[in-house]
């Protein structure tokens, strides 16, 4: 059975550091584009990138670059997302999932609920 | 990248029809044939239910089909249920296996 496993719900400050972590059982970790999804209270989803673990080749949305790294250890077949500077705005419900290479998300993780306040 | 464009909401009534309609561009619903939708309960993970177009996961009611002409593409759903009253988000493939979204839609099952 195909599983994302992503970690525990967080709650920073403004500024500070985050690293978010998806792992993926029951299925080939090196052979699918893994990506993250966020989801802003009461809003839609967005797409922010992908990564394909076998090479770490690593795609962005415009919206995303430069704001958020996504990277892999292909070692313990997990997934992460991290910010070196988090802003309120930054606040949301955030889904690992597995992509097709035409883009389809047949797998989500739980999500990942990042609160940032003061 | 902008956001694909969907109808804030639509309702039909049980045993009804209702269409989400989702336009883009031709840099990517209009030029593939790689849209995905997706249904998403409060407080759930997004679900997968169609590919390609118009291609059905295992495990998905043949009552839920996918279409596309030109730059917009449609989800309908038949036989309206209580249990499909849920937010729909397409998306498309935009080149270099990146995505986008729709806005999403709110159905409403009267």
């Known amino acids: 059975e195909v599983q994302l496993v992503q970690s525990g719900a967080e709650v920073k400050k403004p500024g500070e550091s985050l690293k978010i972590s998806c792992k993926g059982s029951?299925?080939?970790?090196?052979?699918?584009?893994i990506g993250w999804v966020r989801q802003m209270p009461g809003k839609g989803l967005e797409w922010m990138g992908i990564?394909?673990?076998?090479?770490?080749?690593?795609r962005y949305s415009p919206s995303f670059q430069g704001q958020v790294t996504i990277s892999a250890d292909k070692s313990i077949s997990t997934a992460y997302l991290q910010w070196s500077s988090l802003k309120a705005s930054d606040t949301a419900m955030y889904y690992c999932?597995?992509?097709?290479?035409?883009?389809?998300?047949?797998?989500w993780g739980q999500g990942t609920l990042v609160t940032v306040s003061s | 990248q902008s956001a694909l464009t969907q109808p804030r909401s639509v309702s039909g009534s049980p045993g009804q029809s209702v269409t989400i309609s989702c336009t883009g561009t031709?840099?990517?619903?209009?030029?593939?044939?790689?849209v995905s939708w997706y249904q998403q309960h409060p407080g759930k993970a997004p679900k997968l239910m169609i590919y390609d177009v118009s291609k059905r996961p295992s495990g998905v009611p043949d009552r839920f089909s996918g279409s596309k002409s030109g730059n917009t593409a449609s989800l309908t759903i038949s036989g309206l249920q209580a249990e499909d009253e849920a937010d729909y988000y397409c998306s498309s493939y935009a080149g270099s296996y990146t995505v986008v979204f729709g806005g999403g839609t709110k159905l409403t099952v009267l």
């Open positions: 029951g299925y080939s970790f090196t052979s699918y584009w």
């Open positions: 990564i394909y673990p076998g090479d770490s080749d690593t």
């Open positions: 999932a597995r992509q097709g290479d035409s883009g389809y998300v047949d797998y």
């Open positions: 031709s840099s990517d619903v209009g030029g593939y044939n790689y």
